[in-house]
């Protein structure tokens, strides 16, 4: 089975199911979670995943110029909106 190499989680709201558990169950190697403007990056070592500073699948990519587009609730508008940066619009 195919798995993804990150998953990434906006966290609108609190409680419910423990997430890392399910992508720990999947081997996810690499969880972020945007909550408050704030990314958490955890990376699966073992059977746990520990808090991280940097990615390890990408670690030159630098999360903050992308954390307004994933924070957008409104998929279509962040679409558009990054692909307009990108463009230099």
Same mark, same amino acid.
């Given at each position: 089975?195919?798995? =993804? #190499?990150? !998953?990434?989680? +906006?966290?609108?709201?609190?409680?419910?199911? #423990?997430?890392?558990? +399910?992508?720990?169950?999947?081997? &996810?190697? %690499? +969880?972020?979670?945007?909550?408050?403007? &704030?990314?958490?990056?955890?990376?699966?070592?073992?059977?746990?995943? *520990? *808090? !991280? %500073?940097?990615?390890?699948?990408? =670690?030159?990519?630098?999360?903050?110029?992308?954390? =307004?587009?994933? !924070?957008?609730?409104?998929?279509?508008? !962040? +679409?558009?909106?990054?692909? $307009? $940066?990108?463009?230099?619009?």
């Amino acid at each position: 089975m195919d798995r =993804p #190499d990150i !998953a990434i989680e +906006v966290v609108w709201t609190s409680g419910g199911i #423990d997430k890392l558990e +399910v992508y720990r169950g999947l081997r &996810v190697p %690499e +969880v972020w979670f945007l909550r408050d403007g &704030v990314l958490r990056l955890f990376v699966l070592e073992g059977e746990r995943y *520990q *808090q !991280a %500073e940097r990615s390890r699948i990408l =670690p030159s990519f630098d999360p903050e110029p992308v954390l =307004p587009y994933l !924070a957008e609730p409104n998929q279509t508008r !962040a +679409v558009r909106a990054f692909r $307009a $940066a990108l463009r230099g619009e």
